[in-house]
């Protein structure tokens, strides 16, 4: 019997958690899911992220100082930050030709703008939103790249947050053993490649348990979901954002079938774990160990590729997020603001939303901090911040989770179309977790 690929699992896990959370709700389940089952997910979840920065570091090392001609690493960098940026200008454009097209915000009534203001705009998590805001609109225009600079760099590999520092960390050592004679390079190489190799044996492992932590984490989202009825009436604006996103995947097949002459399925089908993982966890550093693993062994693009382009794809590039950001600031203007809509605006959420897409990757919370930010920007009047943000938290959990998907997509797709520039998409090499467990 044919053994069952990881992406079905995983799909099954999902479709089950969703019915199971369903379920448990109907029958005031919600405390045995979120103290029984909802903790198999975190201890998941906080197994990719235990193995993130251990990855990065040993494959971006490995990477860098395998090259041997460091002007090699010069133009993936540039080539990298070039395809990001006009891919976050695409999908922002995107967004905005949607959400003015189909215009969801007139869909909204003053009744329904009452009760979400009533229920979210003095809670606590819009004013931690505002002032993650505040903070970075205090910050100077080059604060985000002194950012990215440690002045520690265990204290940065100690903090997922702070995943610039550590590439910044790993490329300025990866280079550095470029420059030292090769005999005095060789331990420290050695060390670092066997590190990779046994993390990616981790992330094996670790994705056994995949289908059953992503059954928790699926259940748990159910069961703490908002009002069905609020929900309901923010039905079109979700839909438009995630009409969006479905484009924007589109986009990057149709890239990739026209400059890689990759079949879009079978490059679906080889990511489709890195991608389930991200809509269930809603984040693309835990993701990104998964999304190395199969890039690499599944479609092929070399570790000096992959080890550079995916962990600054998993910290800059917000494709998902940035549309995201232009649909729900139009779709606030629409209800709040609608003598805002002018066309000046626009282009200024185009500009801003990718500055903060880049300068706000270390911020808790990025995609709330980022709207805010891009409708400060406008000129969107700071009184009706909270009711703003009360307007789209009902969903933003469901759509946060279509937005990481599309994140985890483009950072696949740019990785693949920079290796076959660079002539370093080979074939699938696959590795299973017990391929060197000894048989009796």
């Not at 998907?405 to 740019?414: L, P």
Request: glycine share 6%.
């Amino acid at each position: 019997m044919k053994k069952l690929a990881l992406h079905w699992k995983i799909l099954i896990g999902m479709l089950i958690g969703v019915l199971f959370g369903f379920i448990m709700a109907s029958v005031n389940g919600q405390v045995f899911v979120m103290d029984w089952v909802d903790p198999i997910g975190k201890i998941f979840v906080r197994l990719l992220k235990l193995i993130a920065v251990p990855l990065i570091l040993a494959s971006l090392i490995k990477g860098i100082s395998d090259l041997k001609d460091i002007s090699k690493f010069k133009k993936m960098g540039l080539r990298t930050i070039v395809i990001y940026i006009i891919t976050t200008v695409i999908a922002i454009t995107i967004g905005l030709g949607l959400v003015n097209t189909l215009k969801p915000g007139e869909g909204i009534t003053e009744e329904t703008v009452s009760m979400l203001k009533e229920k979210y705009s003095s809670s606590e998590k819009a004013k931690t939103i505002l002032s993650n805001a505040q903070q970075q609109k205090e910050a100077g225009p080059l604060e985000f790249l002194v950012d990215m600079v440690p002045d520690n760099a265990i204290y940065a590999m100690s903090n997922n947050k702070l995943m610039l520092q550590v590439i910044v960390f790993a490329i300025l050592l990866g280079i550095c053993l470029l420059l030292v004679p090769e005999e005095k390079a060789k331990p420290l190489k050695n060390f670092f490649d066997s590190l990779n190799e046994v993390v990616l044996k981790m992330v094996d492992i670790i994705m056994l348990f995949a289908p059953y932590a992503v059954f928790a984490l699926l259940a748990s989202v159910v069961v703490s979901a908002d009002d069905p009825d609020i929900l309901l009436a923010l039905l079109k604006y979700a839909g438009v954002v995630v009409l969006g996103l479905f484009l924007m995947i589109c986009f990057y097949l149709v890239i990739l079938s026209v400059y890689v002459k990759k079949s879009p399925l079978w490059f679906i089908s080889k990511i489709s774990p890195a991608q389930l993982l991200a809509f269930s966890t809603s984040s693309s550093a835990a993701a990104l160990p998964v999304t190395m693993e199969r890039v690499e062994e599944h479609v092929g693009v070399d570790k000096e590729v992959s080890s550079f382009v995916l962990p600054v794809g998993a910290t800059i590039n917000m494709d998902g997020t940035s549309l995201y950001q232009g649909v729900a600031a139009v779709f606030i203007m629409q209800v709040l603001w609608p003598e805002g809509l002018v066309f000046s605006n626009q282009l200024m959420i185009i500009l801003t939303a990718l500055l903060a897409s880049i300068g706000s990757a270390a911020v808790p919370g990025a995609g709330m901090v980022m709207l805010v930010i891009v409708l400060e920007a406008i000129g969107f009047p700071s009184d009706l911040l909270p009711i703003a943000l009360a307007l789209i938290f009902a969903v933003d959990r469901p759509l946060d989770m279509c937005r990481t998907t599309v994140n985890v997509t483009g950072d696949a797709t740019v990785s693949t179309i920079i290796a076959k520039s660079l002539g370093k998409l080979g074939e699938p090499n696959v590795k299973n977790w017990d391929d060197n467990y000894p048989v009796e």
